[in-house]
Antibody
Framework: EVQLVQSGAEVKKPGATVKISCEVS????????IHWVHQAPGKGLEWVGF????????KYAEKFQGRVTIAAETSIDTAYMELRSLRSEDTAVYYC??????????WGQGTLVTVSS | SYVLTQPPSVSVAPGQTARITCGGD??????VHWYQQKPGQAPVLVVY???DRPSGIPERFSGSKSGNTATLTISGVAAGDEADYFC???????????FGGGTKLTVL
């Protein structure tokens, strides 16, 4: 059974950094890209970026470029998303997902990040 | 960048058929995927590559495409189908996925 299990909720102050993990199981970690998606409260889905665990290649949405780093640690089948210089509009649920063939096949349970002073 | 347009809401009586549309330029040239998201839960893939269903998704969920519009059709709608539905394509020019704004399906 494919599973993506994310780390728990975080509360951060403006300007801080958050790092979320996504541990996968049930498939070969390096055979699929891991993408991250942002969903602000009551809003839609917004793509953040991806990592190819096979070679570490990354790509980020323009909106998050410069503040986000996505990486993969193949030894422990885990992907990470780090978001820096947090601001109130970063308050959201962040999902990791396994993507194959251009679609989001499996999703993590989501991690709520709250940015508040 | 590429834009997908969905109606904010669709309402349907139990047992009837719900149709949720997703519009985009030259969408006929792209593969369209659909996700269901219930409150407090992660999205779930219900249709991929325009009209294929993942295992475990009921046949009541189907996808189609015509002209500049893709459609998710849910037949025999039940209260458990009440959710937000998002369409998604791959923007080949920017090499990244794009989501529609989402449609809230209400079962009357």
């Amino acid at each position: 059974e494919v599973q993506l299990v994310q780390s728990g909720a975080e509360v951060k102050k403006p300007g801080a950094t958050v790092k979320i993990s996504c541990e996968v199981s049930g498939y070969t970690f390096s055979d699929s890209y891991i993408h991250w998606v942002h969903q602000a409260p009551g809003k839609g889905l917004e793509w953040v970026g991806f990592v190819d665990p096979a070679d570490g290649e990354t790509k980020y949405a323009e909106k998050f470029q410069g503040r986000v780093t996505i990486a993969a640690e193949t030894s422990i089948d885990t992907a990470y998303m780090e978001l820096r210089s947090l601001r109130s509009e970063d308050t959201a649920v962040y999902y990791c997902a396994r993507v194959r063939g251009g679609y989001f096949q499996y999703w993590g349970q989501g991690t709520l990040v709250t940015v508040s002073s | 960048s590429y834009v997908l347009t969905q109606p904010p809401s669709v309402s349907v009586a139990p047992g009837q058929t719900a149709r949720i549309t997703c519009g985009g330029d030259n969408i006929e040239m792209k593969s369209v995927h659909w996700y269901q998201q219930k409150p407090g839960q992660a999205p779930v893939l219900v249709v991929y590559d325009d009209s294929d269903r993942p295992s475990g998704i009921p046949e009541r969920f189907s996808g189609s495409k015509s002209g500049n519009t893709a459609t998710l059709t849910i037949s025999g709608v039940a209260a458990g189908d009440e959710a937000d539905y998002f369409c998604q394509v791959w923007d080949s020019s920017g090499d990244h996925p794009v989501f529609g704004g989402g449609t809230k399906l209400t079962v009357l």
